[in-house]
T-cell receptor, first 112, second 115 residues
């Protein structure tokens, strides 16, 4: 079973910020929080990852709760190209050979 | 161009006929992995490899084999394909000691149909 919980789908208007939530209440101290997205008819694409501190890159920001039991992916200004399935996954740091479980993700719809 | 390539991209075959899906990366990555994606089930990991000659089972390894004889290649072998292996398959690679603190790069996918 997936170690994370995400809403099945979300909607947002174009050019507005989008906050995609993810719960991971059983996260261990060495699990990294990763976000990937999958555009239609393409392979998954890395978005961002972090351990404890908030992270920013050119695609998005990752806000991690202080207790690390939840996180939020923030797209600052959504475009139609951001319509995709977004996956929040945990990847173990201590046991580097842990299995990776993707889950079903959140399907993000962007309204023009 | 840095990339993960998979071949073939599309394959229709019959039950029991052995097949191999190739995966190659040109980024000198140590970690490689295979996933399958089915409607309603998301992405599930089949096998992964931390380095040459080091492979391990993922979440759904039954009916599959892999090998990692050289760093760049990680073929997925179906010795006796069955219809329940009809799926979209993705190969991925990651630098360094593994994907925990690194980005995974995914291939374009192989759509397999087993009749």
């Amino acid at each position: 079973d997936a170690k994370t919980t995400q809403p099945n789908s979300m909607e947002s208007n174009e050019e507005e910020p989008v906050h995609l939530p993810c719960n991971h209440s059983t996260i261990s101290g060495t699990d990294y929080i990763h976000w990937y997205r999958q555009l239609p008819s393409q392979g998954p694409e890395y978005v961002i990852h972090g351990l404890t501190s908030n992270v920013n890159n050119r695609m998005a920001s990752l806000a991690i709760a202080e207790d690390r039991k939840s996180s939020t992916l923030i797209l600052h200004r959504a475009t139609l190209r951001d319509a995709a399935v977004y996956y929040c996954i945990l990847i173990g740091g201590a046991n580097r050979d842990d299995k990776i479980i993707f889950g079903k993700g959140t399907r993000l719809h962007i309204l023009p | 161009e840095a990339q993960v390539t998979q071949n073939p991209r599309y394959l229709i075959t019959v039950t029991g006929k052995k097949l191999t899906v190739t995966c190659s990366q040109n980024m000198n990555h140590e970690y490689m992995s295979w996933y399958r994606q089915d409607p309603g089930l998301g992405l599930r990991q089949i096998y992964y490899s931390m380095n040459v000659e080091a492979t391990d089972k993922g979440d759904v390894p039954e009916g599959y084999k892999v090998s990692r004889k050289e760093k760049r290649n990680f073929p997925l072998i179906l010795e006796s394909p069955s219809p329940n292996q009809t799926s979209l398959y993705f190969c991925a690679s990651s630098p360094g000691p593994g994907p925990s603190n690194n980005e995974q790069f995914f291939g374009p996918g192989t759509r397999l149909t087993v009749l």
